[in-house]
């Protein structure tokens, strides 16, 4: 009896390893060795599924390949910000625009600057006018001309003072004859306030010789 189940399960092996043989092949079985990973099928490997976050997604990368790299809008020119300054009464809108006037930094936006200094009545304004003028490279000539007017009689006192320090800024040539003639000025804080930036310009020249 244990023979003859022994011959069928024999014959049913033979059959089967015949079939196989004459048959469409089977995909390869991995052979699982232990500390070697499988190798897989190539179309059964999946690429790897990577977080999200930090990437860019392909419908913003799209709208970024269409946008030019110099598609940044042009900086407004100095007369389109002098006429900004004058049609826009908001005090934090206008120090916006001398600020945007100093970065310029051109022989025209000075001359804009001077042209708002003369019709701004706000002194708090003026005064960051004659600020911005620190950020501004040279041109002593033309920042001399502003500070002039800045540091006259008819100007509030503190607008004076500002005029003043800024043009300890200023080449000593073009300081110090504005700065002397207010030695005599009748406000005595004027006049020590002068004579200390007149001061501060001598020893600054003294020290570049």
Known sequence: ????????????????????????????V????????????????KPPVTSAVGR???????????VPADGAEPAPTPAELEKSYLTNPDFTERVQVIFQLSDLGSAESLVVL???????????????ILNSLFDIEGQDDKKAVLLAAGAATNQPKE???AAI????????????????AMLDDADEDIRE?????????????????
């Open 30 to 45: 991995p052979v699982v060795v232990p500390g070697r990973k499988v190798d897989q099928p190539k179309e059964a490997v």
């Open 159 to 161: 607008v004076r003072d």
């Open 114 to 128: 001077g042209r708002v200094f003369h019709k701004e009545q706000d002194p708090d304004l003026r005064i960051q």
């Open 193 to 209: 306030h002068a004579k200390d930036t007149i001061e501060q310009i001598q020893t600054q020249d003294a020290m570049q010789k």
């Open 56 to 66: 860019t997604p392909k419908s913003e990368q799209a709208v970024e390949a269409m």
């Open 1 to 28: 009896m244990n023979r003859s189940i022994f011959s069928l399960v024999l014959v049913a092996g033979l059959a089967a390893g015949v079939w196989t043989a004459c048959g469409k092949k089977d995909e390869p």
């Open 165 to 180: 320090d800024a043009l300890g800024d200023l080449e000593a040539k073009r300081a110090l004859p504005i700065l002397q």
